[in-house]
């Protein structure tokens, strides 16, 4: 099966513009998970969808960060205006349901690097 | 999530046995123990994830002792292709919050 896709794989962008990153699940998967990697350090949980709904948004920083997952499959991510502690990798995820005896399966990620 | 322990690093001969421990002495009895590995440059990999009983797939076995404080995961013929870091992940649903701790560097020599 085809896995998660991403782009773009790279981003370099100044602080303040605007970045926006795409995700297309593992077709059928109905949950879809953002999660920031700083280097060095394990994935932090941005947003949680099931289908179209938000699960779980808390530790998005919701002032500059939007996410949307329209049509319950594609997921956007959105940072505007993005500062410097915002570069990182952005990984999406998604699962088969929400439960934790369904894996996660992650796509290889969007590189930020805001200067 | 419980919190998991594992060792920094370990080596492992190209065609033998990689066996990778991990101890989750406080999990709790709807933690699931997941094993993701994560190559240079790439997102965490899925491997394999289990509640009480062992489990194989295509790609590596897991041991869970009877208590369920510990556990291993196996790669019965370790290639190069395997030298990543694993993480050993005790995931309780909530959130997927998934705290992946600093895993284990393995490295498979020729």
């Known amino acids: 099966e085809a896995g998660v896709a991403q782009s773009p794989r790279y981003k370099i962008i100044e602080k303040r513009q605007s970045v926006a990153f795409w995700c297309n699940p593992i077709s059928g998967h109905a949950t879809l998970y953002w999660y920031q990697q700083i280097l060095g350090q394990g994935p932090k949980l941005l947003i949680q969808?099931?289908?179209?709904?938000?699960?779980?948004d808390s530790q998005l920083p919701k002032d500059r960060f939007s996410a949307e997952r329209l049509k319950g499959v594609d997921s956007t991510l959105k940072i505007q205006p993005a500062k410097l502690e915002d570069s990182a990798v952005y990984l999406c995820?998604?699962?088969?349901?929400?439960?934790?005896?369904?894996?996660?399966?992650f796509g290889n990620g969007t590189r930020l690097t805001v200067t | 999530d419980a919190k998991t322990t594992q060792p920094t690093s370990m080596d492992c001969a190209e065609g033998r046995a990689a066996n990778l421990p991990c101890n989750h002495s406080?999990?709790?009895?709807?933690?699931?123990v997941y094993w993701y590995r994560q190559i240079h440059s790439q997102g965490p990999q899925y491997i394999i994830h289990g509640l009480k009983n062992n489990e194989t797939n295509e790609m590596a076995s897991l041991i869970i002792t009877e208590d369920r404080k510990s556990s291993t995961l196996i790669l019965p013929h370790a290639t190069l292709r395997d030298t990543a870091v694993y993480y050993c992940?005790?995931?309780?649903?909530?959130?997927?919050?998934?705290?992946f701790g600093s895993g284990t560097q393995l490295t498979v020599l020729p």
């Open positions: 995820a998604s699962s088969l349901e929400a439960g934790n005896n369904s894996p996660l399966h």
């Open positions: 992940i005790a995931d309780s649903g909530s959130a997927r919050q998934l705290t």
């Open positions: 406080t999990i709790s009895g709807n933690e699931y």
């Open positions: 969808f099931q289908n179209n709904g938000v699960v779980d």
